[in-house]
């Protein structure tokens, strides 16, 4: 395993991430996702560890990814859920996680519909001493940093099969189409897919993907290197997919869309829905990614989605595991160095 240094108590946003850490986690990814092809899948690195999953948004890959992660790596764990559960009775977000934090949690994997949520339980947390470690599971439209790392692990897997390496992604033409706006996993693979080197070219409508959207993300240094992020904006498909080594479409969320922002859904399939025929602007080997779950036929045509030689939507869901085994073994071993150190 990586003896590759590691900062982060909490990852709640992949901003801060530098490419060093992007390489760790995924290094760390590989060697278990090795661990995962072998016939005995679990390994004791956490055993007799508390994780716990705090959903208080709906989910299934992540929730389920993040559980079976910890169960691989031998912690207990603990999972959430908030309709039956004492918010029902008035208890607060903080108090639930205090709950927890009695009960011996040492790491806790957060998701709530509203932005920083994961960022308070870690602030309070952190205030208390609790060497607790935070992982932001989804918050609202901010970010879905293991969502953007499970993606990255599946690129530079299809890049190198043999050795994936973030190396590889250097150069590459990536277009993210479609709600923008609202999207944390678009903004977490903003972070991570121009820090590694790609050019990440933005489409969707104007009302999905506001003028000067990118200039936030071009402003903002990648940690540890002085060169600029590369991001383009476009109000139209093609430029975008133009040579595109790889298109991730996105999800249109009607429930964070708090006004009508689009004609019609079949309006918006014939600008920004990706069909076989868009594809041949891009290279040969053009791949598609999606976070999923997906509005067939909307986004995504449904024969796009279930070919296998294109659709790369799988492959992501079962990356998901490794990266996350990868992100609770480097939070846990470093938040257990840390309870040692404050022993
Ligand atoms: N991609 C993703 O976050 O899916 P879930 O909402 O099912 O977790």
Redesign the pocket.
């Known amino acids: 395993m990586t003896e590759t240094p590691w900062h982060h108590r909490h990852i709640l946003s992949l901003r801060d991430f530098s490419l060093a850490d992007y390489a760790t986690v995924t290094q760390t990814a590989v060697s278990f996702r090795d661990v995962l092809s072998r016939r005995t899948k679990k390994v004791p690195t956490l055993q007799g560890r508390v994780v716990t999953t705090l959903f208080f948004?709906?989910?299934?890959?992540?929730?389920?990814?993040f559980e079976l992660a910890a169960k691989r790596l031998s912690a207990d764990v603990l999972n959430f859920a908030p309709g039956s559960s004492s918010l029902t009775k008035g208890e607060t977000i903080l108090d639930t996680a205090k709950t927890y934090l009695a009960m011996g949690a040492e790491i806790m994997i957060v998701?709530h519909r509203e932005t920083g949520v994961p960022q308070a339980i870690a602030a309070e947390l952190d205030r208390m001493g609790a060497g607790v470690g935070v992982l932001n599971?989804?918050d609202g439209q901010h970010e879905?940093p293991s969502?953007a790392l499970l993606d990255l692990l599946t690129l530079c897997t299809v890049l190198n099969p043999d050795k994936p390496s973030i190396e590889a992604l250097r150069g590459k033409k990536i277009a993210i189409v479609g709600d923008i706006l609202h999207s944390r996993?678009a903004r977490s693979n903003l972070w991570s897919l121009t820090a590694c080197g790609a050019s990440v070219h933005l489409a969707g409508p104007p009302t999905l993907l506001p003028l000067n959207f990118a200039e936030g993300f071009r402003n903002s240094p990648i940690p540890g290197s002085a060169e600029p992020r590369a991001i383009a904006q476009h109000d139209t498909l093609e430029p975008a997919l133009a040579d595109a080594d790889f298109v991730m479409t996105l999800r249109l969320q009607h429930e964070r869309m708090t006004q009508h922002l689009l004609p019609s859904l079949r309006e918006y399939h014939q600008r920004f829905g990706i069909t076989r025929d868009r594809l041949t602007a891009c290279r040969s080997s053009v791949k598609i990614l999606h976070?999923?779950?997906v509005n067939r036929g909307v986004e995504l045509s449904s024969d796009l989605m279930d070919d296998p030689s294109l659709s790369l939507i799988s492959q992501?869901v079962t990356s998901?595991v490794a990266v996350r085994m990868a992100l609770l073994y480097l939070i846990g071993t470093r938040s257990r160095d840390a309870a040692l150190l404050n022993a």
């Open positions: 948004e709906p989910s299934t890959r992540t929730r389920s990814s998701r599971a989804g879905h969502q996993v976070p999923a779950p992501q998901g």
